[in-house]
């Protein structure tokens, strides 16, 4: 589907242009500053609310696409476009995106290149998402890493040099690793060409059969460590508690996604054979991750650590149900062959590729909520020491009513989006991985506990008397944390406005790593 407007190119260019004009306004002038990057940030939700309502639920591929020729002599191409797949992620970004901002305007110190920053940022984001071609998304897989490494940086806390060169250090690698294996895929397939969907139709046939496991490898390395999946995440923790809150919240709701979605996007369409084949390693890394995790945040003395961790164990279910994607066409043939009826495990497949995109979304809301909440106790206490906070419901209990609802929706509690993410997940992968789903529970478990804790750590009990009088929730706070508290409920409770979108995308991705 085409649209009169480019309205991809201009969900990437506003931020970029906010970014640009910036550059413009006096240093000093922090006010104008705040304002043109606020707007920057808010303009895409409504261009994206406009791509959603003209997006065909129904039609297969791309739409509202855009291309041009970009770099003729290598066959790159400026090639937007958005399906069922990403169409969530780039709303995601949208919402997440005008929260950030808000939440900057606490940001005191070198106002004009923090804002600059952070337009770039959510520009590289956005068009991870919208790009469909693989060196425009290599373009803005790196933007995406730059402006994070300076944010961290100059603005995290005490340790932020340690933590923002381990943050470059690993997604470097990640990003060397990923670059090799695109070229390689374009050598191999002889396409002349880097349009994603070209060279994954090639690739199955093009790529010899003793390359295909190392450049899948290259593939999925890449994004393993930008996901972060055990044991390649001790960046994330390091990266969360440095950076300043609004970065923290970029980089749990949409930065840690980029991994995950390039998988979906990348590796398993590009080789679907191999990805079949890994599916059990895959399953059996993904289930370390959830309960590594969960019983890492669960010990935890520091309140940002703790929801850094959580994080490593929510997108462990990610992977999880894209390995059960993975595995289902191979266990529905199995099946066939032994006389039952492989209907129910190819349904199990897609239910497992919906829960990924669904538990993204997901965790994207709950893990941006809970950092906005650390970062309002930190302004005002100073520490994220869990034996120096409690007793805020009677000291700050709108804030504390806030942290009850994140906590309850990290859990998975029913009626929150993240329910019905775990729920989509364990019924996807429970006919093809049934020891991984049981394993997996023990994670809920740990979830539940880690979350428990947090609330009765920071809310119960008597308040310290040094903590007496603290402001609660200011009008600006709460207009950040209302609109992730009201998207967690209408997923939760009307997860059709998601899954809708995801019917058609993701009947197509599992014929695709069924080979069919």
């Known amino acids: 589907m085409s649209a009169s407007l480019p309205y991809l190119s201009l969900i990437l260019g506003v931020p970029a242009a906010g970014a640009l004009l910036t550059l413009l306004i006096p240093r000093e002038n922090h006010r104008a500053i705040r304002l043109v990057g606020t707007v920057a ?294 099946a066939q062959l032994a006389g039952r009826d492989p209907q129910v495990i190819l349904e199990a497949g897609q239910s497992a590729t919906m829960a990924a995109v669904f538990m993204m979304v997901a965790h994207g809301l709950a893990s941006a909520l809970l950092f906005l909440l650390v970062g309002f106790w930190y302004d005002r206490t100073h520490t994220r020491d869990f034996d120096r906070l409690g007793g805020m419901f009677r000291t700050t209990p709108v804030g504390a009513t806030f942290l009850g609802i994140a906590a309850f929706a990290n859990l998975g509690l029913p009626g929150f989006s993240t329910f019905i993410g775990e729920f989509f997940t364990l019924m996807g992968t429970l006919p093809v991985f049934p020891t991984a789903v049981y394993v997996a529970l023990v994670g809920l478990v740990g979830a539940a506990m880690y979350n428990l804790t947090m609330l009765q750590r920071v809310t119960m009990g008597a308040p310290r008397p040094e903590w007496s009088g603290l402001p609660d929730v200011t009008p600006r706070e709460l207009a950040t944390f209302v609109p992730l508290v009201a998207a967690m409920l209408l997923l939760g409770w009307m997860p059709g406005l998601l899954t809708q979108v995801l019917s058609t995308p993701v009947a197509q991705f599992v014929a695709k790593l069924g080979g069919m």
């Open 41 to 334: 940030m808010a303009v895409p939700l409504l261009l994206v609310a406009a791509v959603w309502a003209g997006f065909d639920p129904a039609a297969g591929g791309p739409q509202f696409v855009e291309r041009y020729r970009w770099i003729p002599t290598l066959g790159a191409w400026y090639y937007l476009g958005v399906d069922g797949l990403s169409l969530p992620l780039v709303a995601l970004t949208a919402l997440i995106a005008p929260i950030a901002a808000l939440a900057s305007w606490g940001i005191e110190e070198r106002v004009k290149e923090y804002w600059v920053l952070l337009g770039l940022l959510v520009t590289g984001i956005f068009g991870v998402f919208l790009a469909l071609d693989y060196l425009l998304f290599y373009v803005f897989f790196e933007l995406s890493l730059i402006p994070m490494y300076f944010l961290i940086g100059v603005w995290g806390g005490p340790r932020r040099d340690y933590a923002s060169l381990k943050f470059f250090i690993y997604t470097l690698v990640g990003s060397i690793v990923l670059i090799v294996g695109i070229l390689a895929l374009y050598l191999l397939t002889g396409a002349s060409t880097f349009d994603m969907v070209e060279l994954a139709r090639r690739a199955p046939a093009a790529v010899p059969e003793a390359l295909k496991l190392p450049l899948f490898l290259l593939l999925f390395v890449g994004f393993a460590i930008k996901t972060p999946m055990w044991p390649v995440h001790t960046w994330l923790p390091d990266a969360h508690v440095e950076a300043p809150t609004p970065i923290s919240v970029i980089l749990a709701a949409v930065l840690l996604k980029l991994g995950t979605y390039g998988m979906m996007r990348i590796t398993w369409p590009t080789l679907p054979d191999v990805a079949r084949d890994l599916a059990g390693a895959l399953a059996t890394l993904a289930v370390v991750a959830i309960l590594y995790g969960a019983f890492t945040a669960l010990g935890q003395r520091d309140f940002k650590r703790l929801v850094a961790y959580s994080s490593v164990s929510q997108m462990g279910f990610v992977v999880l149900a894209l390995a059960a994607a993975a595995a289902a066409p191979g266990v529905a043939q199995a």
